[in-house]
Structures are given as C-alpha cells and as structure tokens.
C-alpha cells in the first residue's frame, strides 16, 4: 500500500481491514453458495425475499405505532398512526397472500426499472458533451428493456423473476467480496 498515492488516513483503514482478508473471501464463498442455491430453486427464492420483506414491514409498521404513541401530541399524531397500521396491515397481506405480493412486487420492480432506466438514459442524452456518455445510454436501455420484459411476462414470470434477481446478486456480490478479500491480502 505505501506505493500507492494515497492519504495516510485512507492506508490506515486499509491496513486496518487486511488482516481480514480471509472474512471477505469467506463471506464471498458463502453467498456464491447461496447465489446457486437460488439458481436452483427460485421459487424458494422468490417466497425467501418476499418473507423477509413482509418481515421488515411488520417491524416498521410497529415502530411507526410506537413513535405515534410517543407523539400523541403532535397534531399529526392520526396520520402517523394510520400510516403505521397500514404497513402493518400490509406486512400482513404479503404473510397471509404471498403470491399476490409476489406479483405486486415483481409490477413495482418492473416500473421501476423502466422509469430508472428512462432517467439514465435522459441524463445520459443530456450529456453528450462528456467522454463515454453512450454507456450510461446504453445501460438506460438495457434497464428500460429489462423492466419491459418483465411487464410482458408479468403476472406469470411473478414465481420466478425475484428470486432470479436474488440469485443474481447473491452470485455478484459473493465475486465482488471474494475479488475485494484477494486484492486486500496482496
């Protein structure tokens, strides 16, 4: 590290983080492995995430509760309630109809896609004037593209389509720590 160019701050943490070069690698391993498992079985996969999102609602739906109680002064007090009794209700909803929310989710993910997908490729347009602009284009559209097919697809591709993405980023970040673990133990 010290032929590198940068602040002795920066080297700090680094050397600091090297001596843990074998947990990245390990963690790494460990979602590669879990990657492929989703791979095998998005079905699993899909209901897993859709848990684990039902999950955070329940918990933020009862902590919106409570802070409207701590607040019962404040003149939104109501408002903040029933906000907190609807994310509840939905966490609800996903544990009672998890195929519903399945394909909720899986709508959501493919407008969101398209309208992310939209944004970059409107700053990308708007940008021409820099170097390289064409790839920040170019993945405007594969993400537009991305959020189209699974709109077509949908509701069918529901099952599937999250757990392919959770797989997918299992597998990428899983890479990425086992890549970052090795550079680090250099």
Do not use: C
Not at 10 to 30: E, N, P, T, Y
Not at 128 to 143: C, D, E, M, Q, S
Not at 175 to 184: M, P
């Amino acid at each position: 590290m010290t032929n590198l160019n940068l602040p002795d701050a920066l080297k700090d943490q680094i050397g600091a983080v090297r001596s843990k070069w074998g947990w990245f690698v390990g963690i790494g391993v460990l979602l590669i492995i879990l990657g492929l498992f989703a791979f095998y079985n998005v079905l699993a996969a899909t209901l897993a995430s859709v848990a684990v999102i039902g999950t955070l609602m329940l918990f933020a739906g009862a902590a919106e509760i409570v802070q409207a109680f701590y607040m019962r002064t404040w003149k939104h007090f109501f408002l903040l309630l029933l906000g907190g009794i609807l994310y509840t209700a939905a966490g609800f909803v996903v544990f009672y109809n998890p195929l519903l929310a399945t394909a909720m989710l899986t709508l959501m993910l493919a407008i969101f896609l398209v309208a992310s997908g939209a944004a970059r490729a409107a700053i990308a347009l708007g940008s021409k004037h820099l170097k390289n602009w064409g790839w920040f284009l170019a993945g405007g559209i594969v993400t537009i593209l991305a959020g189209l097919i699974i709109a077509i697809g949908w509701p069918g591709n529901s099952l599937w389509i999250l757990g392919l993405f959770l797989a997918i980023d299992l597998t990428f970040q899983g890479w990425a720590l086992i890549a970052l673990g090795l550079a680090l133990r250099e």
